[in-house]
Structure formats: structure tokens, C-alpha cells
């Protein structure tokens, strides 16, 4: 039985209940209450704003008091003189070093109306925390995943690979465009992977995570103690080189990852790393249907690197093959230390993130998914178009399938992550264009993380690093 075939058992009860009307929200699904408007910042996301801003008008027939501002802006923000602060998890290192963030208070969190335990637990875990402090609420943060042709697989009798080195393989079965695809499928490639502007990166990250980091480590990208950068080292090496190799001669490389699961979508390509989103403006219709689509894990590797011996390691019998990429996207609420209501902001940022407004309001945003069970389970609150609703249940099952234990690899959420990541950026694009090797673009790139790291100085950006991963001093 195929990956498919088990997400279709496991939930096609969900899958018929999605398509319903979502669920009545919790008895106090009402906004909080503030004695004075609360003023609430959004970082680089019009359509959640928008949203939110109806969602708010709908409840108290007021307008909430709503301040937009670009990533760059906000990244730059020496104070945050708002009660409320939504934005990508990228971002909140940047605003708790510099102590903007007011700590949650457990207590609240763990109020049933919110509902906590029906999250995904990687965010709770991970992505909303700062040392052993809970920052911020989560409102959905997409993971990269497998997509796949099933008809096309299951012609040729291939499962889905579990490996990169698997992965290499079986896309090369499909170099050729398959015969019986509609005549006018002229724009045919094997795979479609996130390369556009800012995704390169993240993509190698991606790719990296389960060679990349050992058993024994928190982070792949640093050694902890000196800051000394480990992207240049074996595995990250080999993971841009099959990157390069898995891509040379795509017709259509700079593609979003919702792009690469729309291009799949289309017919014109038999696999996509990507995740099922907001459709994006095109004249090409979405062709298939859900039975001839498939996900699955990324996919990762036999064998990890201990970069304390130098020597590659394999995976224990216990241990997953996979190692899933959490903060790639997303958005997350916090209350800021500036606040005069934190109380109030407290409830507004549960409320927000909370079983049924979430699903109304961050599924408008092109950077968030879902992240509760309630999204996609029981009538499932995630408003989303009709297309996308199956795909979003199987993208569910896959989320929370995935070990509560095991290797977790983030981005990097430290001051200056946007200038680590655009180093690492130049470096996979150089790549690509064959202008350097795999191991030349990663030296210079680790050249330029360590002229970031001392330009913000070495001692601060550890102690970062150590908040970002969940020690405390």
C-alpha cells in the first residue's frame, strides 16, 4: 500500500467533513475586551491584515487599529510602540534579543478555549519559543513537502523515494515527457523545486537537514561554542551538489514553492517540493485530479555527519530518515513589552490564533497553512478554495504524522538571519549557474557569516543562538 493510499484510509472521513461547514467556535470566541483600541502591527502581509481587519469589524463593529510595515522596516525597529506584533518567525529573534517581546504567561496558554494541545507540536516547541519561554502564538507555518505524480509512479511501479539519493533516481525516470499527457504539456520537466529569489537558501537547508544534523547536535549550522560556520562542511557540500545536479536543465527554476505545487497541479511536472496554497494569477487551468497526486516527506538520507570526528554516521534502525525544515515561512502573533494592555493583548493574540478565527483569518495570508487538527478534521475550520481542500487534508495527516522526538532543524532565528540567508542564497544560485563549485560557493558563503557574526558581535549572537534552540544562558 502506497503513501496515498494510507493518507486516503487514515482520512477520508476528514476529507468528506472539510468540504462542510466549519465548526461552531468556543463559547468565548468573542474579541477581549481592551479599555482602549488595540493598536496591532502586521509585518509583510496585506491579505492577513486585510482579513483580520474584517474579522475584527465583523465582532465588535469597530476597526481595529492596524499599522503594516515591510520586514525590513520591522527587522530595523530599535521599539515596536504597538500592543500586538504579527510576523515571520525569521523575525523573532531579532525582536527578543533586543528584549521588544513580553514572555506569555502559561497560564493563559493553556486556557481550553485555546486549545493548545490540538497544535502541531514543532511550533509550540520550536518556532514560538525563546530560551525556555513561550514569545508567541503560532498562526500556521507551511514545511516543505514531497509532491508526486501517483498515476504516473504507480505506471511505472515506483513508491515515492525516502532518500535524496533515491529521490535523484527516480526523478531521472522521468526526464522524458510521459507518453498520454495531453498534447499541448510542451513545458514538461521531471521536478519543480523552490529556486526563486530567497528560496534557494531555504531550499538547501531543506535538502541538508537530515545529513546536516547529527544525533548528538542542536544546530547544523554553528558550532555553539565558537560560532564558527559549518555550512561548508561534507554534507552540506554534497547537498548542493545534488541540488545542481537534480536541477540542471529545468525549464522553469525560479519558481515559489505554491508555484511548484500549482505546476504539478497543471500536468507539467511529475514531482514538486513545495506546499498547497493561495493560488497565484495564471491563465493555465489546474488540470489534475486528487487521486493522481501524492505526498509524501521530504526526502532525507541513511546517514548523518558528525562533524566533531568528521566521519558520516548511519541512522540508527529507531531513528527517522527524516528531518523536517520548521520557520522556512509563516507567521506568528506576540505582545510587545511596549504595550500598555497586556492582558488584553494576551487575550486578543489566543483569540487570533485560536481554534476557529485562525482558520478565517491566517488562511488568507500566502505564508501560513494549517496548524491545528480542528483545520482539517471534524468539519474543519480552514477556509480554503475548493481545489485545495483535499490536498490540504493529506498536507494535514503528513504534518502531524511526524515524530513529537526526534531531529528538528529550524532557520536560523537570530538577529541578521535575512543576512545569513541571502549569503547562503548567492552561494546555491552560483552553483546553479555553474559559476562555482558546491564547495567553493559554501567556503565564500562561509566566509560571509562569519564577517555577519562578527559585525554583531560573537558573544551576542551565541547567546542568540542558544535562546533560538531552547537553552537558557
Not at 521531471?190 to 548528538?216: K, N, T
Not at 500549482?262 to 486528487?290: H, M, N, Y
Request: glycine share 6%; hydrophobic share 45%; proline share 9%.
Amino acid at each position: 500500500m502506497t503513501g496515498l493510499q494510507c493518507y486516503r484510509l487514515m482520512f477520508a472521513g476528514a476529507l468528506l467533513l472539510f468540504a462542510g461547514c466549519p465548526r461552531p467556535g468556543p463559547p468565548n470566541n468573542a474579541p477581549p475586551s481592551a479599555a482602549a483600541p488595540l493598536r496591532v502591527m502586521v509585518v509583510d502581509d496585506p491579505p492577513l491584515a486585510a482579513a483580520l481587519a474584517r474579522e475584527w469589524l465583523a465582532h465588535t463593529e469597530t476597526k481595529i487599529d492596524l499599522v503594516e510595515v515591510s520586514a525590513d522596516k520591522a527587522a530595523a525597529a530599535e521599539q515596536l510602540p504597538v500592543d500586538v506584533v504579527i510576523y515571520p518567525p525569521l523575525l523573532l529573534g531579532q525582536f527578543a534579543a533586543r528584549e521588544l517581546l513580553l514572555p506569555l504567561d502559561e497560564q493563559a496558554l493553556a486556557d481550553p478555549d485555546y486549545a493548545r494541545r490540538e497544535i502541531l507540536p514543532a511550533l509550540k516547541e520550536v518556532e514560538t519559543t525563546w530560551g525556555r519561554r513561550t514569545m508567541a502564538v503560532p498562526l500556521g507555518s507551511p514545511q516543505l513537502a514531497l509532491w508526486y505524480r501517483a498515476d504516473l509512479l504507480a505506471e511505472k511501479n515506483l513508491q515515492p523515494p525516502k532518500t535524496w539519493a533515491e529521490y535523484a533516481t527516480t526523478v531521472a525516470a522521468f526526464a522524458e515527457k510521459p507518453a498520454g499527457l495531453r498534447p499541448d504539456a510542451n513545458d514538461w520537466q521531471a521536478l519543480a523545486e523552490p529556486l526563486a529569489d530567497g528560496w534557494a537558501a531555504r531550499l538547501l537547508l531543506a535538502r541538508a537537514a537530515a545529513a546536516a544534523l547529527h544525533r548528538d547536535q542542536l544546530s547544523p549550522l554553528w558550532n555553539l561554542e565558537t560560532m564558527e560556520p559549518l555550512i561548508a562542511g561534507p554534507p552540506w557540500v554534497r547537498a548542493l551538489e545534488q541540488l545542481a545536479t537534480d536541477n540542471r536543465g529545468s525549464a522553469d527554476p525560479l519558481l515559489t514553492p505554491t508555484q511548484c505545487y500549482e505546476k504539478l497541479q497543471r500536468g507539467e511536472c511529475a514531482f514538486a517540493i513545495g506546499w498547497p496554497g493561495v493560488a497565484t494569477e495564471s491563465d493555465k487551468p489546474l488540470l489534475l485530479k486528487s487521486d493522481q497526486i501524492g505526498v509524501a516527506p521530504l526526502p532525507g538520507s541513511s546517514e548523518m555527519f558528525q562533524p566533531a570526528t568528521g566521519k558520516w554516521e548511519s541512522v540508527a534502525s529507531d531513528e527517522s530518515l527524516h528531518v523536517p525544515l520548521l520557520a522556512s515561512s509563516g507567521r506568528v502573533a506576540s505582545v510587545t513589552r511596549a504595550s500598555a494592555q497586556p492582558k488584553a493583548a494576551t487575550q486578543f493574540v489566543l483569540w487570533l490564533g485560536g481554534p476557529t478565527v485562525s482558520g478565517r483569518v491566517s488562511a488568507m495570508s500566502a505564508a501560513t497553512t494549517i496548524f491545528r487538527t480542528s483545520h482539517f478534521q471534524n468539519g474543519g475550520s480552514w477556509q480554503a478554495p475548493a481545489p485545495l481542500k483535499p490536498h490540504l487534508v493529506a498536507y494535514g495527516a503528513l504534518l502531524f504524522s511526524q515524530p513529537e522526538a526526534g531531529r528538528r532543524s529550524a532557520l536560523p532565528r537570530i538577529p541578521g538571519a535575512a543576512e545569513y540567508l541571502t549569503a547562503l542564497d548567492r552561494a546555491v544560485l552560483a552553483t546553479m549557474k555553474e559559476e562555482q563549485t558546491a564547495e567553493e560557493s559554501l567556503k565564500k558563503a562561509a566566509e560571509d557569516w562569519r564577517a555577519i557574526t562578527d559585525r554583531r558581535r560573537v558573544q551576542q549572537q551565541r547567546q542568540a543562538l542558544r535562546r533560538s534552540l531552547g537553552l537558557g544562558e
